[in-house]
């Protein structure tokens, strides 16, 4: 489903500033049925396609963006694209590196508390992997995960994550 629609930002708000796209209302309502869960895939002047939910918000819904696609979509605030919908298809509601499968393979303790996690967990996690681009540390990444879940015992704290990855870097070093 394609429509154009316009880039708009929150103020400050709850969820903090974020560039956004309004979702016209029958196109949402035809989404739904599509995509019950409602993740989807967005794809912008042709240009850029991302996973993403479709949002409530007072009486609208939204798509959420960021900089880093408005920059890869060469759009800005105020702009009006293209837009098109389509249902996310994939397990997780979002891409998977094909290194972090692999690891999730290959550890099946880690791989049952991973499955564990909400979906939206799932996602955070797997966006941490996909940011990097050294396939090594995609790898690293995702061992390290995995051992944060088995060491918390299906948990996950942000802080002690992020200490883990660092700990594991230092660790790597001579």
Known sequence: MTFKGVIDSFGENSLGHGPYIKIPD???????????????????NYLVTVSRA???KGDFHYILLNKEV???ANVTIS????????PDQSKYGIEITEEMEEVLFSDPEGSTLFHQLTPGKQRTLITIVNKIKSSQLRIERSFV???HLKKLKGQIDF???QQDFKDYRNKMRF
């Open 54 to 56: 479709m949002s409530p």
């Open 145 to 147: 995960i995995l051992a």
């Open 26 to 44: 029958t196109i949402f309502e035809a989404m739904l049925k599509l995509s019950p869960d409602k993740r989807i895939k967005c794809t912008l």
């Open 159 to 161: 802080k002690i994550l």
């Open 79 to 86: 702009d009006t694209v293209n837009v098109e919908l389509q």
């Open 70 to 72: 408005l920059k890869l």
